[in-house]
């Protein structure tokens, strides 16, 4: 069975303290690792997508790299805009036809 | 600006009420999503519709029917709702269905259920 889990559920940070959110997959047929931000009351927004393991992308205070069993986002020097429930997503192929399996997200708070 | 634009925002119906959530996308995209979300959990797929035709049903109750009427627009119409059908309703939209591309979401129609 495909899963997606991520660690740790919640995490909180001071203004600065950088982290890592983690995502690990056990999945047949992966077809790209998607992170996305979503705030209370608000659809998920895009970040990334990850294709291959040793893939890197960045956007602003955040990196996402991608190995065979697991993602990692990394927060670099984080500001309380930043907090937000982080959702991992991997798309899979399942009996003919694909969907999004979602993990169940990283809530993360960034006090200042 | 949201890409992705649903309506309403927010909706109350009884169970007895026939009511539907609209999803425009203005991304030139070929496939579009219903997904449910409850609270603290991630979003659980719904439906698929490519080029207009339903390509997956996750198995939903028959009270929820979607409709694509065209490449930019989804429906849901929802007839006789339980109360554990309360939940924040989300659309998406993709390159293709089968594309390798992200999903774009929409905020949502937050729907509670009296």
């Known amino acids: 069975e495909d899963q997606v889990t991520q660690s740790p559920e919640a995490l909180r940070l001071q203004e600065g303290e950088s982290s890592s959110l983690n995502c690990s997959y056990t999945v047949s047929g992966l077809r790209g690792l998607f992170w996305y931000r979503q705030d209370p009351g608000k659809g998920p927004e895009f970040l990334f997508t990850?294709?291959?393991a040793g893939e890197e992308k960045e956007k602003e205070r955040l990196k996402a790299t991608l190995t065979k069993k697991e993602s990692f986002l990394h927060i670099t020097a984080p500001k309380p805009e930043d907090s937000a429930t982080y959702l991992c997503a991997v798309r899979v192929t399942q009996g003919g036809s694909e969907k999004l399996v979602f993990g169940k997200g990283t809530k993360l708070t960034v006090n200042p | 600006d949201t890409e992705v634009t649903q309506t309403p925002k927010h909706l109350v119906m009884g169970m007895t009420n026939k009511k539907s959530l609209k999803c425009e996308q203005h991304?030139?995209?070929?496939?579009m999503y219903w997904y449910k979300q409850k609270a603290k959990k991630p979003p659980e797929l719904m439906f698929v519709?490519?080029?207009?035709?339903?390509?997956i049903n996750e198995s939903v109750p028959s009270r929820f029917s979607p409709e694509c009427p065209n490449s930019s627009l989804l429906n849901l119409h929802l007839h006789a709702l339980q109360p554990e059908d309360s939940a924040l309703y989300l659309c998406?939209?993709?390159?293709?269905?089968?594309?390798?591309?992200?999903?774009?979401f929409g905020d949502g129609t937050r729907l509670s259920i009296l």
């Open positions: 998406a939209s993709s390159q293709a269905w089968r594309s390798v591309q992200p999903q774009h």
């Open positions: 519709y490519s080029y207009e035709k339903l390509s």
């Open positions: 991304l030139g995209h070929n496939a």
């Open positions: 990850l294709y291959s």
